[in-house]
C-alpha cells in the first residue's frame, strides 16, 4: 500500500529541484516505490571535500533532500509543509567518482512529525552513509509570513 498522499510521477518530484540546491548540485529524484523514494547525486567538482572524496556535507544535503521531498509527498500540500528538525550521518566509506544513490525510507509517520532513513551507495552498491531525518509536519496557517 502507497504511502504517498496522491500518486506523483517521478517526474513531477524531481521537478520541484528547480532553483534549489538540489539543482545546484545535480541531484535528481530517480525512482518512487510504494514506501520509498530515490535519487542521485554526482560525486564532482561540486560535491567533494580538497581530498577529492565525497564531502560529508553533500551526503547530509542528499539525505536532506531525499528525506523533505518523501515527507512532502506524504501530505496534502495545501494543507501542511514539512520541515527538517534534526538529522544525523554515520559516514562509512570515501566516493570518489560516478554517482551515488540516496533511498529514503520512512520510520514513522505521524500527524506532526515523520522520521525517515536515508541510506546512500555508490554505483557498486556499496554503503557510503547511513542517515536519518526528523520532520516537522506544520499546518500552513502557522506559517509566518
Known amino acids: 500500500m502507497a504511502i504517498w498522499f496522491k500518486d506523483i510521477p517521478v517526474e ?10 538540489l539543482e545546484a548540485l545535480d541531484i535528481r529524484i530517480t525512482e ?39 515527507a512532502h509527498l506524504t501530505v496534502d500540500p495545501e494543507k501542511y509543509y514539512c520541515v527538517g528538525m534534526e538529522i544525523n ?23 506532526s512529525s515523520q522520521v525517515w532513513s536515508i541510506a546512500i551507495v555508490d554505483e557498486e552498491g556499496k554503503m557510503i552513509c547511513i542517515s536519518r531525518i526528523t520532520m516537522a509536519v506544520v499546518p500552513k496557517e502557522k506559517l509566518r509570513k
Open 12 to 21: 513531477q518530484a524531481d521537478s520541484m529541484r528547480k532553483g534549489t540546491m
Open 32 to 70: 518512487a516505490g510504494d514506501d520509498y523514494i530515490k535519487g542521485t547525486m554526482p560525486v564532482d567538482h561540486r560535491t567533494v571535500q580538497p581530498y577529492g572524496i565525497l564531502h560529508g556535507g553533500a551526503s547530509v544535503t542528499l539525505a536532506e533532500s531525499l528525506g523533505s521531498v518523501a
Open 89 to 111: 550521518a554515520n559516514h562509512l566509506r570515501p566516493a570518489t567518482k560516478g554517482r551515488v544513490t540516496g533511498t529514503a525510507k520512512p520510520i514513522h509517520i505521524g500527524r
